[in-house]
């Protein structure tokens, strides 16, 4: 894997690079929060070892510039024992698992080795399908039946709150909640309105609509039942 590790702690950036190393991995390391986000702007890493005690802008700055840009790398933060508010704010600014310090290069290298599993290959979380409607989070990018289809920040948003669980029912509320949050500025009408926007760009044309309303209830994405229509031979992948 290829792993960027941010720590200002020389002597410790040197252990953990060359466990790393030993473990066969590709390690870039930057001693400064500036720096160190630069670099994991600049070239894809499949993972960031990151204190959160820098020098330059913090851990915590760090990472919530990574998940504002969308960077879907993995992020194992580095706390010290006593700094068990950091590990709470960090976990929740997006780090998928955190290290206490003092730590053993074993454990580190264990945990890196079971994060580069979940992050190998485009997990479930990163890849949505719903019958021949394809969502990649990670770029934001859809497309239907192998066709492109351009969304707005937000169709994509509530598109993708639906695609994560298809057939379950969303009701306007809910969506609203999801999609725009602490906005206040929302309202159910919102949501009808850029269901219709989905709908023109993501069903107009094709035969089996995937967006369905149930009445007085709410949304859901679903897709075609085998039975429906009659006599179809089409079967959902997978
Ligand atoms: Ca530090």
Same mark, same amino acid.
């Given at each position: 894997m290829r792993i960027l590790v941010i720590e200002d702690e020389p002597q410790l950036?040197?252990? &953990?690079t060359s466990a790393l190393a030993r473990h066969g991995h590709e390690v870039t390391t930057r001693q400064d929060g500036i720096l160190g986000l630069q670099v994991a702007l600049g070239l894809p890493h499949d993972l960031i070892v990151l204190d959160l005690n820098l020098p330059g802008i913090d851990g915590l700055a760090v990472l919530a510039k990574l998940r504002e840009a969308k960077c879907?790398?993995?992020?194992? &933060? %580095?706390?010290? !024992? @006593?700094?068990v508010e950091h590990r709470v704010k960090g976990?929740?600014?997006g780090a998928d /698992? *955190?290290? @206490?310090k003092p730590f053993s290069m074993e454990e580190l290298a264990a945990r890196v080795e079971a994060l580069g599993r979940r992050g190998a290959a485009p997990t479930a979380d990163d890849l949505l399908e719903v019958f021949d409607l394809r969502m990649d989070v990670p770029h934001r990018r859809v497309s239907r039946s192998g066709q492109a289809i351009a %969304? @707005?920040?937000r169709e994509f948003d509530v598109l993708h709150v639906l695609m994560q669980e298809p057939n379950r029912i969303f009701s306007r509320t809910e969506l609203c909640e999801?999609?725009?949050?602490? /906005?206040?500025? *929302?309202?159910? !009408?919102?949501v009808e309105i850029f269901i219709g926007r989905l709908r023109r760009?993501? /069903?107009?044309?094709?035969p089996e609509p995937l967006i369905h309303t149930v009445r007085s209830v709410g949304y859901s994405i679903q897709a075609p039942t085998v039975s429906t229509p009659a006599g179809s031979d089409l079967t959902p992948p997978g």
């Open positions: 950036a040197r252990h &953990i879907p790398v993995r992020v194992v &933060i %580095l706390t010290a !024992r @006593s700094e976990l929740k600014a /698992d *955190y290290l @206490s %969304l @707005s920040p999801r999609v725009w949050q602490r /906005d206040h500025e *929302y309202n159910t !009408r919102t760009k993501v /069903d107009a044309g094709f």
